[in-house]
């Protein structure tokens, strides 16, 4: 009698714009030292970027690093994960269910090897791409129906090279673009969370 009441005189409905309002964007990388700076590591790269735009620290989480900043209203929850990328799932899954945030208020920043140094790409869906840490989401969320925001490394490596290539530091002529490239992209993620994926998508993709 009390659900039917609650759901009669819509008092569940704050709930449910409360959890419209809540954004999950989660950069996929490796945790230690030593792949700081690497181009696998570029969702990491966003993720501090716009932490340093907001004036905000990450702090130890549950299975992974964690801030949350407020947007124009909007909650925004930026997360790196601590599984390593190819457990990335683990982490995102978690945080989805605790926080309650929708599936469709998810973005994954990552790296990709099909796009040219730089090149900026949001997508609603789509398959792993050979990507390990992508991979690991579709299985955790099961489906390949969720936001990725994909930053182009380019693919100048030399065939059966491909994970060192990864795993490797930015070349100098990349390092020189960088500033820039991060300005925009924390400005596509604003541009997610504010606009959603139709407009950002028009404004940003191939940038």
Known sequence: ??????????????????????????????????????????????????ARDQEALFETKKLGDQLVFKLKGRSVMLLKPSTYMNLSG???KYWLEKEK???????IVTDDLNLPFGTLRL????????????KDLQEKLGT???????????????????????????????LDKMSERLD???????????SGTKVTMNEFNGK
């Not at 925009?184 to 504010?194: A, D, G, W, Y």
């Open 90 to 92: 683990k982490s995102v």
């Open 123 to 134: 997508k609603t869906k789509g398959s792993d791409g050979g990507h390990n840490g992508l």
């Open 101 to 107: 945030i929708p599936l469709e208020n998810l973005l």
């Open 1 to 50: 009698m009390f659900e039917f009441l609650r759901k009669l005189f819509g008092i569940d409905n704050g709930n449910e714009e409360d959890s419209m309002r809540k954004f999950l964007i989660v950069g996929l990388g490796n945790v230690g030292e030593k792949y700081s700076n690497t181009r696998h590591n570029i969702g990491f790269q966003i993720l501090d970027h716009l």
């Open 184 to 194: 925009i992209s924390i400005q596509l993620i604003k541009s997610f969370v504010l």
């Open 144 to 174: 390949t129906q969720y936001n990725r925001f994909r930053f182009g490394i380019s693919d100048d490596f030399h065939k059966g090279r491909q994970v060192d290539y990864v795993l490797s530091a930015w070349q100098q002529e990349e």
